[in-house]
T-cell receptor, first 111, second 111 residues
Framework: DVKVTQSSRYLVKRTGEKVFLECVQD?????MFWYRQDPGLGLRLIYF???????EKGDIPEGYSVSREKKERFSLILESASTNQTSMYLC??????????FGPGTRLTVL | GEDVEQSLFLSVREGDSSVINCTYT??????LYWYKQEPGAGLQLLTY?????DMKQDQRLTVLLNKKDKHLSLRIADTQTGDSAIYFC???????????FGTGTRLKVLA
């Protein structure tokens, strides 16, 4: 079974802190994604990566950056966390075929 | 840009059928998906349909696709309390690695 893991289920940070969210997949997938999920807005794509060291902006990249140094790991970075970045963050991976596999999510609260 | 729309809430009685509807805009989408999200968890793929199909059935789940109206529906027969969750419709943007998700429909099953 494909497994996508995220480093934390719950995280509480203060405004202005630098925050790292880590995602690891074990199926050698080329594509990895970071979404945020907010009530009534569904999932919105922040960034995705289709290969090591490659990244593309999604629909809401402002305030975020990403890093993909190894194929299995995709990191989301909040350079200076703000309260409007309080959200559920979901990582996913896929091969070039049909479906995405999701991690369990990280609920981030920025105080 | 492309958009996927769903109603936000649906409430049904245990044993009844549930029908969750979705409209999408990218007529060239190759695959359309239904994901389920249980409380506190990531998204789990329920089923998907290839765009050249009209219907797909998988046990209690029936997916109907009307390409002319760009309308996708998920029918859950004999709905159980364990079906209470948020259901997301998604399409894969043609020619890209990107998936576009709807806002999600929160299904509440009343005992």
């Amino acid at each position: 079974d494909v497994k996508v893991t995220q480093s934390s289920r719950y995280l509480v940070k203060r405004t202005g802190e630098k925050v790292f969210l880590e995602c690891v997949q074990d199926m050698d997938h080329e594509n990895m994604f970071w979404y945020r999920q907010d009530p009534g807005l569904g999932l919105r794509l922040i960034y995705f990566s289709y290969d090591v060291k490659m990244k593309e902006k999604g629909d809401i990249p402002e305030g975020y950056s990403v890093s993909r140094e190894k194929k299995e790991r995709f990191s989301l970075i909040l350079e200076s966390a703000s309260t409007n970045q309080t959200s559920m963050y979901l990582c996913a991976s896929s091969s070039d075929r049909v479906r995405e596999y999701f991690g369990p999510g990280t609920r981030l609260t920025v105080l | 840009g492309e958009d996927v729309e769903q109603s936000l809430f649906l409430s049904v009685r245990e044993g009844d059928s549930s029908v969750i509807n979705c409209t999408y805009t990218d007529s060239s989408s190759t695959y359309l998906y239904w994901y389920k999200q249980e409380p506190g968890a990531g998204l789990q793929l329920l089923t998907y349909i290839f765009s050249n199909m009209d219907m797909k059935q998988d046990q209690r789940l029936t997916v109907l696709l009307n390409k002319k109206d760009k309308h996708l529906s998920l029918r859950i027969a004999d709905t159980q309390t364990g079906d209470s969750a948020i259901y997301f419709c998604a399409e894969r943007e043609s020619g890209t690695y990107k998936y576009i998700f709807g806002t999600g429909t929160r299904l509440k099953v009343l005992a």
